[in-house]
């Protein structure tokens, strides 16, 4: 079983950044792909970024591609996404998820992810 915790959520206005944390509470080198997905109230959980181990390889959705950057450091068993330029529309519940599966590149799926953190509040004025 693997816990995660996510942080560095807040309110912040359009323009701005944020770094968010997922730490874990054992060793992320067993997790070959990692991911942070976002949800607003009423829709479905949506994408946002992967990573597989050693971030060989990683995805972004196209909403956030260019702005976003994903990275992990399994030495301190965390995850971590920078967010710049941040919009409006990037308003939501952030969650971290983690994964054992080995994959060339990380899921893009929900239910591929078995470990799921409980989200951090992004919210971004305009």
């Known amino acids: 079983q693997v816990q995660l915790v996510e942080s560095g959520g807040g309110l912040v206005q359009a323009g701005g950044s944020l770094r968010l944390s997922c730490a874990a509470s054992?060793?992320?080198?067993?997790?070959?792909?990692m991911g942070w997905f976002r949800q607003v109230p009423g829709k479905e959980r949506e994408f946002v970024s992967g990573i597989t181990l050693n971030g060989g390889s990683t995805a972004y959705a196209d909403s956030v591609k260019g702005r976003f950057t994903n990275s992990r450091d399994n030495a301190k068993n965390t995850v971590y996404l920078q967010m710049n330029s941040l919009k409006p529309e990037d308003t939501a519940v952030y969650l971290c998820?983690?994964?054992?599966?080995?994959?060339?590149?990380?899921?893009?799926?929900?239910?591929?992810?078995?470990?799921w953190g409980q989200g951090t509040q992004v919210t971004v004025s305009s």
């Open positions: 998820a983690a994964d054992p599966a080995l994959r060339v590149v990380p899921s893009r799926v929900p239910g591929q992810y078995r470990y």
């Open positions: 054992r060793s992320t080198a067993s997790m070959n792909q």
